[in-house]
Structure formats: structure tokens, C-alpha cells
């Protein structure tokens, strides 16, 4: 059975799409992809090439972490309004 949970987050159901990230966040993002620009126009083709795998790896990694808080605030939520009924 698929995890109700990871299904709202990945916006198969409810409303993960109106989350957005805050300034801070797009201020390091804007950094991160100047530094990686800045990388990329001084690297030879390998090491363009494994830029690219880091990013891609970086992207992968930011995706599973926000997965991974994003369930885990879910169920300190649900454990919340159990300990509310109680």
C-alpha cells in the first residue's frame, strides 16, 4: 500500500503546491547556482561533466530530505492531535 503521506507530498494529493520557499531560501539557491556557473565556465569537459553528476546528486539529496521532514513534521502532527483527544 502507498504511503498516504508521500503522496501528499508529492502533490498526488492534497496541497504541497502552495508551500513555497522563502527568500532565504532562494538566496542560497541563487548562490549555490552562481558558484556552480562560476565552476562550470573555467572546468575542462570531465569535469564539466561531473559538476553536472554533483548538481544533479545535490537536487536528489535536497529532494529526499524534504521528503523525509515533510513526513516526519506530518506524523509529530498527527501525534499532536492524537495527544489533543486525549
Do not use: C
Amino acid at each position: 500500500m502507498k504511503s498516504v503521506i508521500k503522496e501528499i507530498y508529492l502533490e498526488n494529493r492534497g496541497y504541497s503546491e502552495k508551500i513555497k520557499p522563502d527568500e532565504n531560501y532562494w538566496e542560497i539557491h541563487n548562490n549555490f547556482d552562481k558558484i556552480y556557473e562560476k565552476l562550470l565556465k573555467t572546468a575542462t569537459v570531465p569535469q564539466k561533466e561531473l559538476l553536472n553528476e554533483l548538481y544533479e546528486a545535490g537536487d536528489k539529496i535536497e529532494m529526499e530530505a524534504s521528503q523525509t521532514n515533510f513526513i516526519e513534521g506530518f506524523k509529530l502532527g498527527a501525534k499532536f492531535a492524537i495527544e489533543m483527544l486525549t
